[in-house]
């Protein structure tokens, strides 16, 4: 018989109200992933970090209507799910890192339904240890305090996932099109950035954004075009990996480029692509020159990154192996899921 299936979606989460935006930058910085320090150490500097960031981060809230839009995203991307996965034995709820709905509300809305297994889906195709990593670690004390005890497998990550990669592909086709019109375009692939210190312990997060990206340039099959990889978003004072997006953003202005961008790590609006890339990175492009100045959309509910999403969670239904804590990585590869016991990676 068919058994009832919690799919769970991870996403970072944002504030809802301008009195929301401090309690959430604390949980941001208090989380251990995003912080490497003990306690009380951690939780006085997320304090303090807060405290300081609150005012400038209200700001740019109230330049998207006093709120973060990325639950109402999350939300129509769970109904797209549930659409696409087409069976009542399917129900999809939404598990936010920093805000609500946290991991803990969730866990309970899926053991109130009634589910007999859980399949754990971030809406981050590339892994890494603050983000997917984080957002595991989580799910598990969760669901413990909340006794959610059945069969849970986790789908670690997806960076070339054909369903992503044709939707994000398609996205920047379009916009291709306009900046073609105007001048000659240099796409710059930006995803959010990470100390390079976590990298170089050995988190796979820059080598699956660089899968991903290579993946939509077969796709595009424009290899006339200049392509980057870049890195936005840095906070504090470690050397991040790079290079930095407002950096390539500047040189490609100031050589009289279109510039393109694509939010690669991104799957739904938020702060960084509606005030980072949207405002503050068309303001850069045009104070230094740029011919023009595109942003592609993030792949939100295209139907082709809903389609996959779908086909990874029938995936890791077909496989009984992940459910009975067997190989963390179905890819052979370094296991991405080393922050958990069960992962499915589709590489």
Known sequence: MPQKTAVILFNLGGPDSQQAVQPFLFNLFNDPAIIRLPN???????????SRRAPKAAGIY?????????????????????????????????????????????????KDWGAERVILLPLYPQFSTTTTGS????????????????????IGCYPEEPGFVAAQTQLLQDV????????????????????????????????????????IQRQLKRPDLEMQICYQSRVGPLEWIGPPTD???????????????????FVSEHSETLVELDIEYAELAQH???????????VGVQPDFITGLARLVRGAMGRQDVFDNAPRCG?????????????????
Request: proline share 6%; charged share 25%; aromatic share 8%.
């Open 40 to 50: 009380p150490f951690r939780w006085l500097l997320a304090k303090l970090i807060s």
């Open 62 to 110: 109230e330049r998207m209507g006093g709120r973060s839009p990325i639950l109402p995203q999350t939300q129509a991307q769970a109904a797209a799910l549930k659409t696409a996965l087409g069976s009542d034995d399917y129900a999809v709820f939404i598990a936010m890192r920093y805000w609500h709905p946290f991991a803990r509300e969730a866990a309970k809305a899926a």
């Open 135 to 154: 957002s595991l670690k989580d799910w598990d004390h969760a669901a413990r305090q909340v006794g959610l005890d059945v069969p849970t497998a986790a």
């Open 176 to 215: 291709l099109q306009k900046a073609e019109a105007i001048g000659k375009p240099r796409i710059l692939f930006s995803a959010h950035g990470l100390p390079k210190k976590v990298v170089t312990d050995g988190d796979p997060y820059q080598m699956q954004v660089e899968r991903s990206v290579a993946a």
């Open 247 to 265: 950096a390539e953003i500047e040189r490609a202005s100031k050589d009289g480029r279109v510039v393109v961008v694509v939010p690669v790590a």
């Open 288 to 298: 230094n020159g740029a011919a023009g100045y595109l942003r592609v959309g993030t």
């Open 331 to 347: 890819s052979g590869e370094r296991p991405c899921g080393n922050a958990w016991r069960r992962c499915v990676c589709k590489g």
